[in-house]
């Protein structure tokens, strides 16, 4: 990454990366390996606290510690992400992941899905022991309209806001809009002297993408499916398969496979956006859900990919190889430097003199 000019943004400088690349939080999919190589790429990685106990989070943690070669005492340059609907229904084992978290000193937190995410901004703030220094946990939200915008802006006071329009992979707003609409609507809301940086995710798989992101304002890009296909990603070389295999036209919102595998309970609005197989057609022709799980399961233990679970963005289509993360992020960076300077150079063009 030394050699490559950095891109620098509000985000870059907040976080103190970089480029404004960030894998996001994703539940059963973003370990310790995957947020350590997307940092050590020079971007910003996320682990994820899922539905997991806080043992393997802290081993996870300390796995991404050991692979970015942090002392006990520094800072962890990853963040952890939360579902917030899970902290709601385990209160007890919410504290435990947060104390976890909180005193492995990694630099930030990711809250989303919650019917009311603000409960938790509150608690972090309330409970990090670097609370009030230059170091304390930034918190990041992840936002899928504009009413939550507003709270996360003016209520929570966010540290960062991640803006995730419909093409995202993994749960989003059923009824949700694209990235090129709502990203543009929450950016009015912001000051510009003094707002925190937003954060555009959805459906994006290339550096041109990143740049153009950039243009219409964003600070940063969150990227997800591109990361499921990294060595270093929780995700099985048969879901990865799935995805290297998928069209985009395959990627479909569905409840599906929250009631295959009985993940129930996630905020009103919210599904979740994974290809379509059979496990999606049976659920929409009405099967009945003990014959849907039974078939489902089968699939997990034969490696079926017409009925596992493969969460993936609209971007999926353009997705051809499996890469490390790393690569991943300074292939993104080399590809969105070189879109900038291109679309700059119109404006050269546009002032040489005609002949
Ligand atoms: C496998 C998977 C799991 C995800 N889990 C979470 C999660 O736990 N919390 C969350 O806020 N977002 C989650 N997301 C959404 C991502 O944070 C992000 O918004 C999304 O991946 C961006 O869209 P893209 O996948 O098209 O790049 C998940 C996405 C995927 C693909």
Redesign the pocket.
């Known amino acids: 990454m030394d050699q490559i000019t950095p891109i620098e943004t509000q985000f870059t400088q907040l976080l103190g990366v970089k480029t404004p690349i960030v894998s996001?939080?994703?539940?059963?999919?973003?370990g310790g390996a995957l947020a350590a190589a997307v940092t050590l790429g020079g971007g910003f990685g996320f682990l994820?606290a899922?539905y997991d106990a806080p043992e393997t989070l802290k081993k996870e943690i300390n796995l991404t510690r050991d692979l970015l070669h942090t002392e006990e005492q520094d800072t962890v340059h990853v963040g952890v992400?939360?579902?917030c609907w899970q902290l709601d229904k385990f209160p007890s084992k919410a504290e435990e992941l947060l104390s976890v978290t909180l005193a492995s000193r990694v630099q930030a937190v990711?809250l989303?899905?919650g019917e009311d995410v603000g409960v938790w901004v509150k608690y972090v703030r309330e409970h990090d022991p670097r609370a009030g220094s230059a170091d304390a946990v930034k918190i990041f939200v992840?936002i899928t309209n504009v009413a939550e915008a507003q709270l996360a802006l003016k209520e929570w006071k966010a540290d960062v806001i991640?803006v995730?329009g419909v093409?995202?992979?993994?749960?989003?707003l059923a009824a949700g809009l694209p990235l090129l609409t709502l990203f543009p609507l929450v950016a009015s809301l912001v000051p510009e002297s003094n707002g925190p940086p937003l954060l555009a995710?959805?459906?994006?798989?290339t550096g041109s993408q990143v740049a153009a992101l950039l243009a219409l304002g964003a600070s940063g890009v969150?990227?997800?499916?591109?990361f499921?296909l990294s060595p270093e990603s929780l995700?099985t070389d048969t879901q990865r398969r799935a995805l290297l295999d998928a069209e985009s036209t395959l990627s479909v919102r569905t409840m599906a496979f929250d009631y295959a595998r009985n993940t129930l309970g996630w905020p009103k609005g919210i599904d979740g956006?994974g290809l379509r197989n059979a496990t999606v057609d049976d659920y929409e022709r009405g099967e009945d859900i003990t014959i849907i799980r039974e078939k489902f399961e089968q699939g997990i233990r034969e490696g079926d990919q017409n009925r596992i679970l493969v969460?993936?963005?609209?971007?999926?289509g353009l997705m051809s190889q499996v890469k490390p993360a790393k690569e991943i992020v300074q292939e993104l960076h080399a590809a969105c430097s070189h879109r900038i300077k291109h679309t700059a150079g119109l404006l050269d063009l546009a002032e040489k003199p005609k002949l």
Request: no cysteine; net charge positive; glycine share 30%.
């Open positions: 996001g939080a994703m539940a059963g999919a973003s994820s899922g992400g939360f579902l990711w989303a899905f992840q991640v995730q093409e995202a992979g993994g749960h989003g995710a959805g459906g994006v798989a969150v990227l997800g499916t591109r499921l995700y956006r969460w993936g963005g609209s971007g999926v």
